[in-house]
């Protein structure tokens, strides 16, 4: 049995649907993604270089690598971070086709 919908039923579809599709993208946005592990990362080993002993300090030649690493990566998460914050993804326009989508 074959439904009918109006024309206003299918807007309303495609809206909730281009609304859905937004939320996902923000969501699965690639810089939360690296940042947030990039931020967990460098939380671990900045401890481990606090932790250090003086051993594992001269094996490095005096230097404390785990410590300027885990800086290092909690400075890049919280890059990729801010600028997620501040440059957020735009929705698609309304009338915008995806990409993948085959042309007619």
Excluded: C, H
Aim: without cysteine.
């Amino acid at each position: 049995m074959s439904e009918f919908y109006s024309e206003k039923d299918v807007q309303r579809e495609v809206t909730e649907l281009q609304g859905k599709s937004a939320t996902a993208a923000r969501l699965f946005d690639i810089r939360r993604i690296i940042g947030g592990l990039f931020v967990v990362y460098g939380v671990i080993v900045t401890l481990a270089g606090l932790t250090a002993s003086d051993a594992d300090i001269d094996k490095a030649e005096g230097v404390n690598i785990n410590l300027w690493t885990g800086l290092g990566m909690l400075a890049l998460g919280l890059f990729f971070l801010a600028w997620l914050k501040l440059r957020p993804v735009a929705p698609a326009p309304p009338g915008a086709a995806p990409e993948d989508a085959p042309s007619e």
